[in-house]
């Protein structure tokens, strides 16, 4: 069976304990148990204190799989991870891109909205954004994923018919600090204008790699990687990081 890792601090905390325990005894032999007692206090005061400082914060709960499009390394494409090893260089100036961050799950590191509560107006009506915990809200309907990394931020939240979302109609800016209407960030064709909704019919092709919106009954979309990955503009990876066939390697 395994046991889950104490936390370092902990452990730390104990060694510390054991240590200092006959240290803490031989002052009780000379002196009162109450002056040993305050020594010991003392020490875990202070180990209390450098424990919760050095604790590492949690990661931010994953967004739940079940309503959005889900991230399958497939096919030819290999992942913007595996260019890593031998091209920090280009692997970090991509990571702290907007290509990088251009689409996100919709965690509280990725969402640069307002959330605190606010009401905000809509293409068509006025739309409730609150932030739970960690989790963040439309009308009660939880945001999926974020667009947008630049000047502006666009949210999608689940349409219910499987792995596919749609476009929450208002989108925040940056520089503005403040909610436009949909409409007024977007430029639309004068008729069919609802097509801009879905994920799936066009915005993944750009917004995403490797995207299959694999659009059946039950809508089950998969891509490689949100935003604009490594192969996004270098296209599918797997012959050139392959050890059999990369011309690179010996
Ligand atoms: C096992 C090591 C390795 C991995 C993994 C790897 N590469 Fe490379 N790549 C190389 C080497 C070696 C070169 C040749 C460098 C040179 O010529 O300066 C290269 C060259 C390139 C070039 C330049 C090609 C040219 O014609 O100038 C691109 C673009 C590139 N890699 C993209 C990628 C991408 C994208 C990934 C991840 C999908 C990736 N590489 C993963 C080793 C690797
Ligand atoms: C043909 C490719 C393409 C398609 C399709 C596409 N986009 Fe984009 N999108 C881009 C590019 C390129 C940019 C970057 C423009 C810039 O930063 O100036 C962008 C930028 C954005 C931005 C915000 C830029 C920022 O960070 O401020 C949002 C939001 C966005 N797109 C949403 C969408 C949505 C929603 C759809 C589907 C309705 C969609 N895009 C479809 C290529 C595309
Ligand atoms: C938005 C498109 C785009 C993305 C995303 C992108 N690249 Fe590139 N990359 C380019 C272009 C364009 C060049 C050619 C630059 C030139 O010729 O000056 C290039 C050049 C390179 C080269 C050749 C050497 C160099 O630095 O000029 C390597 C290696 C490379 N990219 C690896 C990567 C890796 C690894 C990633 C992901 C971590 C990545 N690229 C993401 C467009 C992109």
Same mark, same amino acid.
């Given at each position: 069976?395994?046991?889950?890792? %104490?936390?370092? /601090? ?11 325990? %006959? ?36 990661? !931010?709960? %994953? ?5 959005? /499009? ?6 030819? +494409? ?7 090893? @031998?091209?920090?260089?280009? +692997? !970090?100036?991509?990571?702290?891109? +907007? ?14 909205? *307002? ?12 739309? #409730?954004?609150?932030?739970?915990? *960690?989790?963040?809200?439309? !009308? ?12 502006? $931020? ?14 929450? $109609?208002?989108?925040?800016?940056? *520089? ?26 066009? @915005?993944?092709? @750009?917004?995403?790699?490797?995207? #299959? ?8 979309? $998969? ?14 990876? $797997? !012959?050139?990081?392959? /050890?059999?066939?990369?011309? +690179?390697?010996?």
């Amino acid at each position: 069976m395994n046991l889950p890792a %104490p936390p370092t /601090p902990v452990l730390v905390a104990c060694l510390l304990g054991l240590g200092l325990l %006959p240290f803490a005894l031989r002052l009780a032999r000379g002196r009162s148990v109450g002056f040993a007692a305050l020594v010991f206090c003392g020490w875990a005061a202070i180990a209390a204190t450098v424990a919760r400082a050095t604790a590492p914060t949690p990661a !931010d709960p %994953p967004v739940p799989a079940g309503e959005r /499009p889900l991230e399958v390394v497939a096919d030819e +494409y290999v992942s913007s991870r595996s260019c890593l090893p @031998c091209h920090p260089r280009e +692997y !970090d100036t991509w990571r702290s891109s +907007y290509h990088r961050t251009m689409t996100q799950l919709a965690t509280p590191a990725a969402v640069r909205g *307002d959330f605190d509560d606010r009401l905000v107006r809509g293409d068509y009506e006025m739309h #409730r954004m609150e932030r739970r915990g *960690d989790a963040f809200y439309v !009308d009660g309907e939880r945001v999926q994923m974020t667009t947008g990394s630049h000047h502006m $931020q666009a949210y999608w939240v689940s349409d219910h018919t499987g792995r596919s979302v749609s476009l929450v $109609q208002a989108v925040y800016l940056f *520089d503005e600090q403040r909610w436009i209407r949909r409409r007024d960030a977007f430029l639309q064709p004068p008729v069919g204008h609802r097509r801009i909704d879905h994920w799936n019919t066009s @915005c993944i092709q @750009c917004h995403s790699t490797h995207s #299959r919106p694999r659009l059946a009954a039950n809508i089950d979309t $998969q891509i490689n990687e949100f935003g604009i990955a490594c192969e996004a503009c270098h296209g599918p990876g $797997q !012959d050139h990081v392959s /050890p059999a066939s990369s011309k +690179y390697l010996a």
